[in-house]
């Protein structure tokens, strides 16, 4: 995953791999995975096309802002998390959401629950627990088909 204490550094990621994609540069793998993410979130790209602006932007939750960058880290991270089968059982999980929603309620669903977990580990100051995921999305599932059924 990508992870990155200070939040100019690693936005600075997002800016410098779109700029390389855009020029036409060689990308590595991480970039690749971004790259694939913020092609996917058009409403960011003008964003990250001017640096000084994303550099600097503050997204208050309080004021109904989403941050685009914690939003697309999270997607880069079920990329990474899809690549590399952990936990065990996600590709399979990602795969029934898939077949079910198709592939952006799917990604949102996982996203969501990824979120929570990263939310919940910073409250307790630890790691995030992903041994976690399979059952957010679990109880996910179960509750918009309880839903469906009334």
Known sequence: ??????RETYRQLFIDY????????????????????????????ALLENPEMALEADFPPELGQSNPFAHMSLHVALLELLATGQPPGIVQAYGRLRTRYGEA????????????????????????????????????EERETLEGEK
């Open 18 to 45: 779109w700029q390389r994609f855009r020029a036409g540069q060689p990308l590595d793998a991480m970039a690749q995975r971004v790259v694939e993410v913020i092609r996917a979130h058009p409403e960011y790209h």
């Open 105 to 140: 309620v799917a990604e949102h669903r996982v996203v969501d629950c990824l979120g929570e977990l990263l939310w919940q580990a910073q409250r307790a100051g630890r790691e995030p627990d992903l041994s976690a995921l399979l059952p957010c999305l679990q109880a996910d």
């Open 1 to 6: 995953m990508l992870y990155g204490s200070r």
